[in-house]
């Protein structure tokens, strides 16, 4: 009878599995807490929610090559200057009417969520809301009755899901605030709206 070789072992391949599992669990745990850092609002990637008080805009980054977010001049979101405090309790109230109203069953936030209707990452800065005067109350009538608008017309359309004023504000703050976060160039191909004074 031949003898095994030990690297045909079973013996050896179990005490492999095993060490292999736990270095992967400690590199798993290092980069969580890495992560986390990286994707928590007021930090270099995900500013803070006050940053819906600013103009945002994309530049294009010759270093990253791709478009990053540009927080500009003041710009209250409504015409209202909000604190750190505020902007947050409005932003989570947005995200909140985005879950409850399943909108990911159809659109992508940050690539995640189905792909039947448009990524809303970028939503704020998308040209179709005509200009950036007219924007924020566009974004509110749609979210209140989509199919009564023009580009609710073509295509897949948006149902009216009954969302009220106050979840329709709170949602475009969500969404304001979505445009601000650096994504690494996600989606890509993105045109902004023109916000030039």
């Known amino acids: 009878m031949?003898?095994?070789?030990?690297?045909?072992?079973?013996?050896?391949?179990?005490?492999?599995?095993?060490?292999?599992?736990?270095?992967?669990?400690?590199?798993?745990?290092?980069l969580t807490f890495d992560t986390?850092?990286?994707?928590t609002a007021g930090g270099t990637r995900v500013p803070g929610y006050a940053v819906i008080n600013h103009r945002i805009t994309y530049e294009f980054n010759e270093d990253r090559n791709m478009l990053v977010p540009k927080i500009g001049v003041e710009e209250p979101l409504f015409g209202k200057k909000l604190?750190?405090?505020?902007?947050?309790?409005?932003?989570?109230?947005?995200?909140?009417t985005t879950q409850a109203k399943n909108c990911m069953n159809c659109h992508t936030?940050?690539?995640n969520g189905a792909y039947f209707a448009p990524d809303l990452t970028k939503s704020w800065l998308d040209p179709s809301w005509g200009s950036k005067e007219i924007r924020e109350q566009q974004m509110v009538e749609f979210l209140m009755n989509p199919q009564d608008r023009l580009h609710?017309?073509?295509?897949?359309?948006?149902p009216n899901l009954?969302?009220?004023?106050?979840?329709?504000?709170?949602?475009?703050?969500?969404?304001?605030?979505?445009?601000?976060?650096?994504?690494?160039g996600f989606p890509a191909n993105f045109v902004s709206?023109?916000?030039e004074n």
Do not use: P
């Open 83 to 96: 604190t750190e405090d505020e902007a947050k309790a409005l932003v989570t109230r947005g995200k909140l």
């Open 2 to 30: 031949a003898k095994e070789e030990w690297w045909a072992s079973e013996s050896f391949w179990r005490k492999n599995a095993i060490w292999i599992t736990a270095v992967s669990f400690v590199v798993l745990i290092f």
């Open 162 to 184: 009954g969302i009220t004023e106050e979840e329709a504000r709170a949602t475009v703050a969500f969404l304001k605030w979505m445009s601000s976060i650096d994504t690494n």
């Open 152 to 158: 609710n017309t073509l295509g897949r359309r948006m």
């Open 36 to 39: 986390i850092s990286q994707i």
């Open 109 to 111: 936030l940050l690539g």
């Open 193 to 195: 709206i023109d916000q």
